[in-house]
Structure formats: structure tokens, C-alpha cells
């Protein structure tokens, strides 16, 4: 049942007063004795200006009902309380038979791409290109890089319309985002009407065969990023999975813990108890694969745990632990540990 049909159930009445009795308190005290919750019956006794009167435990109010009704009829009615005149729940035939949730179009589709999506699938973002075109040893541009890979994946893009709105975003920004971004690839071209003829072709799931909607993600770009934004919504984790510079592959996962709170008055789901990890997989030139392990608590501070595949590059990270100490405290970041392990305790 959608909400407004909910709310048009509710029934507020008023008193019926002639040119002698205004007291108002009066039907308020008619019905003091009902609890909330209480189902009573009503019986029709007119219509006067658009209203329907009825005859409640002896008291003639006037409702507004959403169907017609005739005199004489009997109405099933819940008492709701004082507001400051009674209210009424109506319960009627009609809406009786109809009280399991009614979704919209909008809604179904987006049901029906989520119950496509492959259990335990993150949701992964591949590039068609390098975030850099050559390798850099600044860490400013790798962390501009990184950061902008994430912010104009389109995940979070009606986010960043609603930011721009109140002039939190640029509109250079937003257009480098897969949502408004002209892309030519082979076979297909990504724009927004394709995006608005994917949701026309999704809006009536139940009229589509079971394979059509997997056919038409695959065939769809802007139908994929929409099913990865919902898995984001659910659970705030991704994948990026491309090269950081030609030849360099990165693997990058982030994801968004909530860390238990001692304290039994703060919600679980506080901000302030928030703590993101990220998870890269580096291969380097001079390194090997790395598996990089940051965890950003709540507290805002660092604990990073680095794992090589080769055994001698190990020795040599914990040679330089100072070094990359001494950088973070450069960076004005708090850093709580940094610990190297072997591959073989991951």
C-alpha cells in the first residue's frame, strides 16, 4: 500500500453543531473512554457539504471518506487518538485486501537489477585507460589521481548533482562523470539518453523474459554503474581495478566499517564510530607485488601493514619504516603503527 493511500484512511471528524450547542470540548469528551486501537462501527446518516455524517457511540461526527458511501451503510472504524478532535482509522473492504506493500515501477526495477547482481560480487570499476600517463615518484599526483578516480566514478554521482546545487561542486567536475561523459567505445557509445532509454526499457520488469534484464545490463554500460551504485548504497565497498601508469596494475578496494562503541548511549551506526580500509595490490618496478593494507579509524589516524611477495623486499621496507614515518608527520597525519609481514601471513 503506498503511503498517501495509507493517509487518506486516516479520518479526522468534526462535531455536527447546531445554532445552540458550540461547545467543542463536547465530542472530545464523547469518546474519551476509547483506547487507541479500538475498533468501533459507524452508520451512516447523511451527507451535508461535501461530507458524509455518522453516527459513532451515539455521537454525529462528519468525515471526509475516499469512497462513496450510502445511508444506512455500516463502517469499520479504528480509534487513533485526539488530534485535538478524534481520528479515525478507516478499515474497509477494498483497502482490506490490499494491505501488502505496493511498489512503484521505479521500484520494481530497481528490485529486479539488484536480484541480477552475483552474490558476494563487489562492485568493481575497470578503466579503459591508466590513471597516469607516466610513472610519477610524487606523492601529491598519485594521491590526486586516486582521489579522483573515486570521486568521478559515477558512484556517488546524485551526491555530487544535489552538492552542486548549493554550489559545493563544479559543473567541470560533474561532467567528468560516466553519467554526463561522452565515451566512443567500439559497438557502442555512452551518453545520457542511453541512460534514459535503459530505465523506459526496465520500467515494466514483470513484462520482461528472465533473461532480457542480464542481456540488457551487459549490452548497457549506464544499467551496470546503476546496479554498482545500489550494491554501494547497501554495502559501502568497491573495487578499482586497473593500471595505475602503462604496465603498473593496481588493485584498490575501499571499504567503510563501523567499529563497536564501548559506550552503550552512542548508535552504532555514529559517525564518529566510522573507519574506512583500503586494500591496494602494487606492482612495482623495482618491488615486485606489494599488498598495501591502510586502516583509517575514527580518530582520524593511520595504521598501515605492508605485505610483499618476495621475502628480500620485505628487509627492505623495514629498513625504511622511518622514512615513511618521518612523511607522514611531514603530511601533518596521525599515524598509530606500520608493520611489514611476510606473504605468508596475509
Not at 114 to 126: A, D, F, I, K, N
Amino acid at each position: 500500500m503506498l503511503p498517501t493511500e495509507v493517509l487518506s484512511r486516516i479520518l479526522a471528524v468534526r462535531p455536527v453543531l447546531d445554532a445552540v450547542e458550540r461547545d467543542q470540548a463536547a465530542p472530545r469528551a464523547a469518546f474519551e473512554h476509547l483506547l487507541i486501537g479500538q475498533a468501533v462501527t459507524g452508520q451512516v446518516k447523511g451527507q451535508s457539504k461535501g461530507l458524509t455524517l455518522v453516527s459513532i457511540e451515539g455521537q454525529t461526527v462528519a468525515m471526509r471518506l475516499p469512497h462513496p458511501v450510502a445511508t444506512g451503510d455500516t463502517l469499520k472504524l479504528n480509534f487513533a487518538g485526539h488530534m485535538p478532535q478524534p481520528v479515525f482509522l478507516l478499515d474497509s473492504p477494498e483497502t482490506t485486501q490490499t494491505d501488502a506493500p505496493q511498489l512503484s515501477q521505479t521500484a520494481r526495477m530497481l528490485s529486479e537489477i539488484m536480484q541480477r547482481v552475483p552474490e558476494r560480487s563487489l562492485p568493481t570499476l575497470t578503466p579503459l585507460t591508466p590513471l597516469l600517463d607516466q610513472p610519477t615518484r610524487a606523492p601529491a599526483e598519485l594521491a590526486l589521481a586516486l582521489r579522483t578516480a573515486l570521486v568521478r566514478s559515477g558512484l556517488f554521482y546524485e551526491s555530487h548533482l544535489a552538492n552542486w546545487v548549493v554550489g559545493l561542486d563544479s559543473l567541470d567536475g560533474l561532467m567528468q562523470e560516466p553519467q554526463n561523459r561522452m565515451a566512443t567505445h567500439p559497438g557502442r557509445t555512452e551518453t545520457t539518453p542511453e541512460l534514459a532509454s535503459m530505465l523506459a526499457a526496465t520500467a515494466a520488469p514483470e513484462a520482461r523474459s528472465p533473461g532480457e534484464l542480464a542481456d540488457a545490463k551487459s549490452a548497457n554500460p549506464m544499467l551496470t554503474l546503476l546496479a554498482q551504485q545500489l550494491q554501494v548504497l547497501e554495502s559501502p565497498q568497491f573495487i578499482w581495478r586497473g593500471e595505475l601508469w602503462p604496465g603498473h596494475l593496481l588493485e584498490w578496494q575501499v571499504r567503510q566499517e563501523t567499529e563497536t562503541s564501548h559506550d552503550p548511549s552512542t548508535p552504532a551506526a555514529d559517525e564518529a564510530n566510522m573507519a574506512w580500509e583500503s586494500r591496494l595490490k602494487l606492482t612495482l618496478p623495482h618491488l615486485g607485488t606489494v599488498n598495501v593494507h591502510i586502516k583509517l579509524d575514527a580518530n582520524q589516524a593511520f595504521s598501515i601493514r605492508l605485505v610483499p611477495e618476495q621475502a628480500e623486499v620485505g628487509a627492505l621496507l623495514q629498513q625504511n619504516q622511518t622514512r615513511l614515518i618521518e612523511q607522514f608527520t611531514t603530511a601533518g597525519c596521525a599515524l598509530q603503527s606500520v608493520t611489514v609481514q611476510d606473504d605468508g601471513n596475509t
